[in-house]
């Protein structure tokens, strides 16, 4: 199993994106709990995943977890 560094410069959104993600929230709930687009939360998630490197959000919340991010 290959663990992914993060030593990535998140944004305060990009961590709120993170931490309702890890509390299993979907891309639709996060958008409403913040008052933004679903779109523009899939693009906030596009983006996390892209600077992570990590290959889905399963994945990126795991390493987060791991590494004490959240």
Same mark, same amino acid.
């Given at each position: 199993?290959?663990?992914?560094?993060?030593?990535?410069? =998140? #944004?305060? &959104?990009?961590?709120?994106?993170?931490? /309702?993600?890890?509390?299993?929230? +979907?891309?639709?709930?996060?958008?409403?709990?913040?008052?933004?687009?679903? =779109? #523009?939360? &899939?693009?906030?998630?596009?983006?996390? /995943?892209?600077?992570?490197?990590? +290959?889905?959000?399963?994945?990126?919340?795991?390493?987060?977890?791991?590494?004490?991010?959240?």
């Amino acid at each position: 199993m290959k663990h992914i560094q993060l030593i990535i410069d =998140f #944004t305060k &959104r990009e961590f709120e994106i993170i931490n /309702l993600l890890a509390d299993g929230n +979907r891309a639709k709930d996060i958008a409403s709990t913040l008052f933004v687009s679903e =779109f #523009t939360v &899939r693009t906030h998630l596009k983006n996390i /995943l892209r600077k992570s490197q990590a +290959r889905n959000t399963t994945a990126l919340v795991a390493t987060c977890i791991r590494q004490g991010l959240i």
